[in-house]
């Protein structure tokens, strides 16, 4: 079991930046496909972006291409979202997932998520 557990989130202004973290336990994640999703309110769950095994891969939703960065540091068991240039329409909560085999809506582990806001 992997449990994983998201912070960083907050209250930002439109054109701000916040990092968000994701600590995970209970196994090393240097064998997992991680990845991050969000949901806004009244809105399904969507793909924000994911990072392969070895951080050698990464991929991004169209919508944050640019301004957000993943990034990962498996001795520390820690996963990043890097925000730049925050745009209201980012305001969501921010879920981790972790996986073996790819990072989907049916990812293996969820962590309980945070929220971010971004003012206009």
């Known amino acids: 079991q992997v449990q994983l557990v998201e912070s960083g989130g907050g209250l930002v202004q439109a054109g701000g930046s916040l990092r968000l973290s994701c600590a995970a336990s209970g196994r090393t994640i240097s064998k997992y496909y991680m990845g991050w999703f969000r949901q806004a309110p009244g809105k399904e769950r969507e793909f924000v972006s994911s990072i392969s095994w070895s951080g050698g891969t990464t991929d991004y939703a169209d919508s944050v291409k640019g301004r957000f960065t993943i990034s990962r540091d498996n001795a520390k068991n820690t996963v990043y979202l890097q925000m730049n240039s925050l745009k209201p329409e980012d305001t969501a909560v921010y879920y981790c997932?972790?996986?073996?085999?790819?990072?989907?809506?049916?990812?293996?582990?969820w962590g309980q998520g945070t929220q971010v806001t971004v003012s206009s």
């Open positions: 997932a972790a996986d073996r085999t790819s990072i989907n809506s049916h990812s293996d582990y």
